[in-house]
């Protein structure tokens, strides 16, 4: 597995050796949240649409706020691909 440099938190493209976590966070310390696991082909994020529409199913079942709208978030992902050269990969 091959880390990349940098990472996107709270809409913030960063030194993935930045720390991001602090103590009392929510996600932190009862794993309050949720994810997916995106494959990036040639630069593309494949099938971004149905991982949006299962991400945003699962958070109104958890009652995890999802502020961000998909656009905007396919642009970020995007730029965080461009930013580690990561043009075939996996984005979690």
Do not use: C
């Not at 720390?19 to 949720?34: I, M, N, R, Y």
């Not at 649409?49 to 958070?59: F, G, K, L, Q, V």
């Amino acid at each position: 597995m091959v880390l990349h440099r940098f990472v996107l938190h709270n809409d913030r493209i960063g030194e993935a050796s930045e720390p991001v976590l602090a103590p009392g966070q929510v996600g932190l310390l009862s794993g309050w949240g949720v994810f997916s696991t995106l494959r990036v082909a040639d630069g593309v994020l494949f099938a971004f649409e149905r991982h949006w529409a299962r991400i945003s199913r699962d958070a109104a079942t958890m009652h995890v706020p999802l502020p961000y709208d998909p656009e905007a978030i396919h642009r970020r992902l995007l730029e965080l691909v461009e930013a580690n050269r990561a043009f075939n990969s996996t984005l979690r």
